[in-house]
């Protein structure tokens, strides 16, 4: 089945600095790479996905980049607020979708 | 417009014990699936059903049963509960004719002593 790795496992940034956090698929035929956010206690909420045909897509502040050919894809929040603090999940999907570990982001005041 | 909906939101079971999660979903929504997420591992499917009618395993699924029993609801059952089955889990679902995405339940925290 398809495996998900996400990099880094945590990410510590100041206010107003960016963030990206990585992820690799192994799949090729992986065709929707969707990333949620998960507040503490709370169910992971999606934020943001990209289809497989398109190499980047930007929403506001949060923008998603996907290379087929080397497998990976990218969240990028850029001007980052102290509410962006929250676990994030990369997921790859084929039939079904796999998750990746998550990224702790922290961003200080 | 309630979403998907878990039911309990909490349990704490006795080793060998046996019990059902309960997931329901109002969007019309064709698949759904089932979760568990431990610290640091993420989330790691159980078992889903792409249609009423079928089910098929996930990543990790001993220990677990599902019934999809029409297509709102799809439930998750642990015969004889182990203490390594503690950890939280989310029931979600999906409807491929509109989009890809995953809308989320609130989680059933279950913890096994």
């Known amino acids: 089945g398809e495996n998900v790795e996400q990099h880094p496992s945590t990410l510590s940034v100041q206010e107003g600095d960016s963030a990206v956090i990585k992820c690799t698929y192994s799949?090729?035929?992986?065709?929707?790479f969707p990333w949620y956010k998960q507040e503490l206690g709370k169910r992971p909420q999606l934020i943001i996905d990209?289809?497989?045909?398109?190499g980047e897509k930007k929403d506001q502040r949060i923008a998603v980049t996907l290379n087929k050919t080397a497998k990976h894809f990218s969240l990028h929040i850029t001007e980052t607020q102290p509410e962006d603090s929250a676990v994030y999940f990369c997921?790859?999907?084929?039939?079904?979708?796999?998750f990746g570990a998550g990224t702790r982001l922290t961003v200080k005041p | 417009n309630a979403g998907v909906t878990q039911t309990p939101k909490f349990q704490v079971l006795k080793t060998g014990q046996s019990m059902t999660l309960q997931c329901a979903q109002d969007?019309?929504?064709?698949?759904m699936y089932w979760y568990r997420q431990d610290p640091g591992m993420g989330l790691r499917l159980i078992y889903y059903?792409?249609?009423?009618?079928?089910?098929d395993k996930g990543e990790v699924p001993n220990g677990y049963n599902v019934s999809r029993l029409n297509k709102r609801e799809f439930s998750l059952r642990l015969e004889s509960a182990a203490p390594s089955q503690t950890s939280v889990y989310f029931c979600?679902?999906?409807?491929?004719?509109?989009?890809?995405?995953?809308?989320f339940g609130s989680g059933t925290r279950l913890t096994v002593v």
């Open positions: 979600a679902s999906s409807d491929i004719t509109v989009n890809y995405g995953y809308t």
């Open positions: 799949d090729s035929a992986s065709n929707y």
């Open positions: 990209i289809r497989s045909n398109v």
């Open positions: 997921a790859a999907k084929i039939n079904d979708m796999r």
């Open positions: 969007m019309n929504h064709n698949s």
């Open positions: 059903s792409a249609s009423e009618g079928t089910t």
